[in-house]
């Protein structure tokens, strides 16, 4: 139980309080519809999202998607094209549109080469997003002296070796 002393005290601080606010009601800040990026701080959309979620949406607007698809397919080629292919073959990389496959001897170059439309039309159908027209499938042969994009016609390098 309070004691008269408290009761005295409380009622002052009452009283002193009520005479500096002279009933004017507390003005709370007005919500405002542009709340930022983000949103409010509490309010709809801002729970917690996958990390790839909001990876994709934003590689999607960075451009990125094409990009992304490509090293994806790159990486997983022994999947696509499947273990045994993957041991005689490396993926030398993109250029145009075109997936560039070097091959370890002929013979697999070949075969793939056989394959190559069927391999295409799977490429397409599970890596839609990576822009590839064609697959291009390189046989081991001597060592090219053609170093960039122009050529000078002529006999080339002679047989220096012995």
């Known amino acids: ?44 959309g801002r729970d917690p999202r996958a990390l790839g979620d909001v990876l994709a949406k934003m590689a999607g607007e960075m451009g990125w998607s094409v990009e992304l698809e490509q090293a994806r397919l790159i990486g997983e080629w022994p999947e696509f094209a499947g273990a045994a ?3 005689h073959t490396t993926v030398l990389g993109l250029s145009h549109g075109v997936l560039q496959v070097q091959c370890d001897s002929t ?3 070949t075969e793939l080469r056989r394959l190559r439309a069927e391999m295409l039309t799977r490429l397409l159908r599970e890596y839609p997003d990576a822009e590839i027209r064609d ?12 170093h960039g994009p122009r050529t000078v016609p002529g006999r080339g390098p002679r047989d220096t070796y012995g």
Do not use: C, H, N
Request: proline share 6%; hydrophobic share 40%; aromatic share 12%.
């Open 85 to 87: 292919t993957a041991e």
């Open 135 to 146: 697959i291009r499938f390189l046989a081991p042969g001597a060592p090219s002296w053609r």
């Open 1 to 44: 139980m309070a004691d008269a002393a408290e009761l005295g005290f409380a009622s002052e601080a009452y009283l002193r309080a009520k005479s500096v606010w002279r009933g004017r009601p507390v003005r709370r800040r007005q919500r405002t519809t542009d709340a930022g990026p983000g949103g409010e701080a509490f309010g709809f």
């Open 107 to 109: 013979t697999w170059a």
